[in-house]
């Protein structure tokens, strides 16, 4: 099944060609226009600015995935089996450039369109073939029941799949989601936009030459105990700003602080998945999403793992479908349209808070 696919949920305009086949997806053209320099001086995304970048960058990204996935633009319509796009959550005006661009699209060549949630696509990234995939066990066909840690900017969850396609919440973020509390950590620190890698690449500091942790230096590990799944960094945000306030020479330590924000929301993520993971009894346990690539995360989550509670098979996309692109909105389309999910062009709807379900 060759599925044309667009994400322009946030700030990248992305689009894909994948082929579908059985319970793998290979992606045959993946590209993605990043606007990372344009909102790196404004330390975040700003929607406007976002939403007129789309309109410049849709029509020629949909062109170029087409023509790399070898398709002729004037026969490609008769080649492809359907359209996916992210319709929520996210941006609305960013949504909206490729949610029109994608029914006119459908409507004029005639393709059946499916509705993919942006989560359901960073969770569906794991189904993405790849001769080098990166996880510690790799199965053919991944065993259910699997649990699910998505990670990135807006979303923080813990999510239960018993079968292809159904989702269950078994842990949400009340405030701050790792990747949002990373950009305002790294935005403190002075350490600029992005903040994920911006902490990452100062916290592997730490253990060079003249460069130690520093043992006074102490974070709180948000809700790590609570008797349930769910997220909070928000308090973590402001601990670190108090602690910031309260040392005069914090400006020499930043690497050490960037470790211990780190690794304080890597412990929790980590210890809320391996709670989850023993209570379902699940064989299957991924990572998704953009702070998945993380690299103390994956080496912490799969040892963490391998120490505790063995399921059949963990993973992790490859790096190219981690942070938002259009191959991981293919791949959970390839699923919908499988099953037959499939909704009238004109009935698709923006809809910036679109639960996952």
Known sequence: MLILSIESSCDETAAAVIDGRRDNV??????????????????????????????????????????????DLKTAPKKLDA?????????????MTGIETAKTLAY????????????AGHIYANWIESESRESLVVSQNSKFPALILTVSGGHNLLVLMKNHLKFKIIG???????????DKAAKM?????????AIAAAAAGVGRPGVCRDPEIKLPRPMLNAANFNFSFSGLKTAL?????????????????????QQAVIDVLIHKTIKAAQKYKVKTVMLSGGVSSNLE????????????????????PKADFRTDNAAMIGAAGYFMARAKKFTKWEKIKVDPNLPLK
Request: glycine letters at 6%; zero cysteines.
């Open 189 to 197: 620190l002075g350490l600029g936009y992005p903040g994920g890698p």
């Open 241 to 261: 700003l108090y602690a910031l306030k309260k040392d005069k020479d914090w400006q020499k330590k930043i690497p050490a602080y960037a470790a211990e924000f």
């Open 297 to 316: 995360l994956q080496k912490q989550f799969i040892a963490a793992f391998k120490n505790s509670y063995a399921p059949s098979d963990i993973r992790y």
């Open 83 to 95: 359209i996916a796009i992210t319709t929520g959550p996210g941006l609305i005006t960013s949504l």
């Open 108 to 119: 004029v060549w005639k393709l059946p369109i499916v509705s993919v949630n942006h989560i």
């Open 26 to 71: 290979r992606v045959l053209s993946n590209v993605v226009a990043s606007q990372i320099a344009i909102h790196q001086k404004y330390a975040g995304v700003v929607p406007e600015i976002a939403a007129r970048e789309h309109i410049l960058n849709i029509l020629p990204v949909i062109n170029e995935a087409l023509v790399k996935a070898g398709l």
């Open 172 to 182: 949400d973020t009340l405030d701050d989601a790792a990747g949002e509390a990373f």
